[in-house]
C-alpha cells in the first residue's frame, strides 16, 4: 500500500475527474514455478529465450509490431 500511495502522489493531477478502481494480485511465484501452459511448447530453452528477447527489445525500440 505504501508504495501504491506513493506512485498515485506523482500521478495525481489536480483538475482532472477520477474514478475509484483495484488491483488484487495474488500467488505471485517465481518464472520457474509458475504452472505450464497446456498449449505451449514444453519450456523455452536458451536460444529461444534468448529470440524472444531480442525481439522484445526491437519492438521496444521500433514500435508494437516490428517484429513477430
Given at each position: 500500500?505504501r508504495w ?65
Open positions: 500500500m501504491a500511495h506513493h506512485l498515485l502522489d506523482g500521478m495525481f493531477r489536480p483538475g482532472f475527474r477520477y474514478k475509484k478502481t483495484g488491483v488484487m494480485i495474488s500467488e505471485i511465484v517465481p518464472e520457474s514455478m509458475a504452472p505450464g501452459d497446456l498449449f505451449a511448447p514444453s519450456g523455452l530453452d536458451d536460444r529461444r529465450r534468448s529470440l524472444m528477447e531480442a525481439v522484445d527489445r526491437i519492438n521496444a525500440r521500433r514500435g508494437r509490431g516490428a517484429v513477430r
